[in-house]
């Protein structure tokens, strides 16, 4: 196991993440079974106080693992130097079988993280905990994937041996690498880049609509999952290449480093804070006619709107600069 203090954080705030994730979904399937507003007993009295102190735990818990997302992708580019053959993270992730499935789910939770805090916090302006339901479904489905996240983090780092021979990230992102990645490293850069900025196009012109009239969530929020995905996959085709300033080197790790001004993150922050903003103003729209929250709600959504069109902007036009003052012109 490599004893690097990142590595040992990361490590603490999944132990961290998953006891506490175990008390909140203990209770939190005790809310489910026995929740009654109506009621007046002790029971009851006794759930209420239990839901604030599960959704303050909650609260706390998942906001480390919105920030662990990056810590992870950051030690893995950190110790790319112990690794015979890894040039970034991509190498050293490709250590052992469990980094590209911690780093999968990882992305996954933090998507799922963002959206249950943001159903915690519209439950929490209601008067009459309007969404407890709801949020302790969401709590059941997040916290095995919590515990699930750390089982593969701790084997991850117990696995990492410093006299392993890894793969650059050249092999892995290429166009005869055979994989996943590498297909969609050769996806067209021309048709990629007219499906992101369609996308885009799309998502920022639903947002503004939504924002200023108050329809057609659902369309932003659809719009901007998919181009969520349509970025991952732009970033792979044609992105990347326009700052390495090389036709041949795809790989999205590298643009964390130095020698590119760190530039990957803020693309990423701004990419999956614009995800998780979005997907949110999707899952508040069956719950802006509750009557506790009919006017919480689409406050709300028109806050969550605002940084999801503003994140997407952001990236969109460091995406267009650099294609502007790259090096590197791409030929249909």
Same mark, same amino acid.
């Given at each position: 196991?490599?004893?690097?203090?990142?590595?040992?954080?990361?490590?603490? @705030?999944?132990?961290?993440?998953?006891?506490?994730?175990?008390?909140?979904?203990?209770?939190? @399937?005790?809310?489910?079974?026995?929740?009654?507003?109506?009621?007046?007993?002790?029971?009851?009295?006794?759930?209420?106080?239990?839901?604030?102190?599960?959704?303050? +735990?909650?609260?706390?818990?998942?906001? *480390?693992?919105?920030?662990?997302?990056?810590?992870?992708?950051?030690?893995?580019?950190?110790?790319?130097?112990? *690794?015979?053959?890894?040039? !970034?993270?991509?190498?050293?992730?490709?250590?052992?079988?469990?980094?590209?499935?911690?780093?999968?789910?990882?992305?996954?939770?933090?998507?799922?993280?963002?959206?249950?805090?943001?159903?915690?916090?519209?439950?929490?302006?209601?008067?009459?905990?309007?969404?407890?339901?709801?949020?302790?479904?969401?709590?059941?489905?997040?916290?095995?994937?919590?515990?699930?996240?750390?089982?593969?983090? *701790?084997?991850?780092?117990?696995?990492?041996?410093?006299?392993? +021979?890894?793969? !650059? !990230?050249?092999?892995?992102?290429?166009?005869?690498?055979?994989?996943?990645?590498?297909?969609?490293?050769?996806?067209?850069?021309?048709?990629?880049?007219?499906?992101?900025?369609?996308?885009?196009? @799309?998502?920022?012109?639903?947002?503004?609509?939504?924002?200023?009239?108050?329809?057609?969530?659902?369309?932003?929020?659809?719009?901007?999952?998919?181009?969520?995905?349509?970025?991952?996959?732009? +970033?792979?085709?044609? +992105?990347?290449?326009?700052?390495?300033?090389?036709?041949?080197?795809?790989?999205?790790?590298?643009?964390?480093?130095?020698?590119?001004?760190?530039?990957?993150?803020?693309?990423?922050?701004?990419?999956?804070?614009?995800?998780?903003?979005?997907?949110?103003?999707?899952?508040?729209?069956?719950?802006?006619?509750?009557?506790?929250?009919?006017? @919480?709600?689409?406050?709300?959504?028109?806050?969550?709107?605002?940084?999801?069109?503003? !994140?997407?902007?952001?990236?969109?036009?460091?995406?267009?600069?650099?294609?502007?003052?790259?090096?590197?012109?791409?030929?249909?």
């Amino acid at each position: 196991m490599i004893l690097q203090p990142a590595a040992l954080a990361l490590q603490l @705030i999944a132990l961290l993440v998953s006891l506490m994730g175990i008390f909140a979904g203990y209770y939190g @399937i005790k809310i489910l079974g026995h929740w009654d507003p109506a009621s007046g007993s002790e029971g009851q009295l006794e759930l209420e106080r239990r839901t604030y102190l599960v959704s303050t +735990i909650m609260s706390y818990i998942l906001s *480390f693992e919105l920030m662990s997302l990056f810590l992870f992708i950051y030690t893995a580019d950190d110790l790319h130097s112990l *690794f015979t053959g890894a040039m !970034c993270a991509a190498g050293t992730l490709a250590v052992n079988s469990f980094g590209y499935p911690t780093l999968i789910l990882k992305i996954l939770n933090f998507l799922l993280a963002g959206v249950w805090l943001i159903v915690n916090h519209a439950d929490n302006r209601g008067y009459d905990y309007p969404l407890i339901r709801v949020k302790y479904r969401l709590l059941n489905l997040v916290v095995p994937l919590l515990l699930l996240e750390s089982g593969l983090l *701790f084997a991850y780092f117990a696995g990492l041996k410093p006299d392993i +021979i890894t793969s !650059c !990230c050249g092999s892995l992102f290429s166009h005869e690498s055979g994989s996943f990645s590498g297909d969609l490293a050769s996806l067209p850069h021309l048709a990629m880049q007219i499906a992101f900025f369609s996308g885009m196009a @799309i998502t920022l012109a639903s947002g503004l609509f939504f924002y200023l009239r108050g329809r057609t969530g659902y369309l932003f929020s659809i719009a901007v999952t998919v181009t969520f995905l349509i970025a991952i996959a732009s +970033i792979l085709s044609f +992105i990347s290449l326009y700052f390495y300033e090389l036709p041949t080197h795809h790989c999205p790790f590298c643009l964390l480093q130095k020698e590119y001004g760190y530039i990957g993150y803020l693309l990423y922050a701004t990419l999956f804070g614009g995800a998780v903003t979005g997907i949110g103003v999707g899952v508040l729209m069956p719950f802006r006619k509750v009557g506790s929250l009919s006017s @919480i709600v689409p406050a709300i959504q028109r806050r969550l709107t605002l940084v999801a069109f503003v !994140c997407y902007l952001m990236f969109t036009l460091v995406t267009i600069w650099k294609m502007i003052f790259s090096g590197l012109k791409l030929v249909p």
